[in-house]
């Protein structure tokens, strides 16, 4: 259960969800890419478009600007007062995203569903092809600059005890065999690795591992609540 979490306010369970599908507060959110969505989805969700990411149009290296932002979650019918869960059927890869958008732009109303489309088909519980049609409103974003590090945070928390840097990519792009488009290879300095997808439980419909193994992981690369962690 998500209240087992050191903040499970974060976290939606899907029963939870399915005994609130129809709140109108409640905007649920499918991140994965259109076509799978219109083969079934979420009853009364909303599908975020083919970008899955939520980048700028004018730079793919950056999150859309406020601007940008407050047309697109105002297309989405999500304002101040709206809960928003978050889903996806690639491990909470885009919901996780998703999630972070909204609290950098000030949303914090925001959970991700926990084991997303995957724990909530194998549960058999209701499917929609319908799409949901929602009145557009109004979008404020209020964006929290705490939530992004710059250039010269990392460079100073490269020889920081007190910082933790975490890269959380594949172990190709880790060790420089992929990539991925980038410019540089490799890894920045003194930085930790676990891949993000360790965080999930293929054994438990990929839902998030359980707080005790979680702990382990995070122990094991030294990050602790006392020290500021940048991941990347």
Not at 47 to 60: D, E, L, R
Not at 165 to 174: K, L
Not at 183 to 208: A, Q, R
């Amino acid at each position: 259960m998500s209240e087992n979490y050191y903040k499970p306010e974060m976290l939606a369970d899907t029963d939870w969800l399915l005994e609130n599908l129809d709140k109108p507060n409640i905007r649920i959110v499918d991140c994965d890419p259109p076509d799978s969505f219109f083969r079934a989805h979420i009853p009364n969700s909303v599908n975020i478009g083919s970008n899955t990411f939520v980048k700028s149009a004018n730079s793919s290296l950056h999150v859309m600007d406020a601007e940008e932002i407050e047309e697109f979650m105002s297309n989405l019918g999500i304002s101040s007062d709206t809960t928003v869960i978050c889903y996806d059927g690639r491990n909470s890869l885009t919901a996780t995203r998703f999630w972070w958008v909204l609290n950098y732009y000030g949303h914090t109303n925001a959970k991700v569903l926990n084991g997303g489309w995957i724990k909530w088909i194998s549960e058999s519980k209701p499917v929609s092809i319908v799409p949901t049609k929602v009145d557009k409103t109004k979008f404020v974003a209020e964006k929290d600059d705490s939530l992004i590090a710059d250039h010269n945070r990392v460079l100073a928390a490269i020889n920081s005890d007190s910082d933790i840097i975490w890269d959380a990519r594949t172990i190709e792009e880790y060790n420089g065999q992929n990539s991925r488009g980038n410019k540089n290879t490799g890894h920045v300095p003194s930085c930790v690795y676990t891949e993000w997808i360790d965080l999930i439980d293929s054994n438990n419909m990929s839902c998030f591992k359980s707080p005790s193994d979680l702990e382990k992981i995070f122990e094991s690369l030294g990050v602790s609540r006392e020290k500021q962690v940048f991941t990347y």
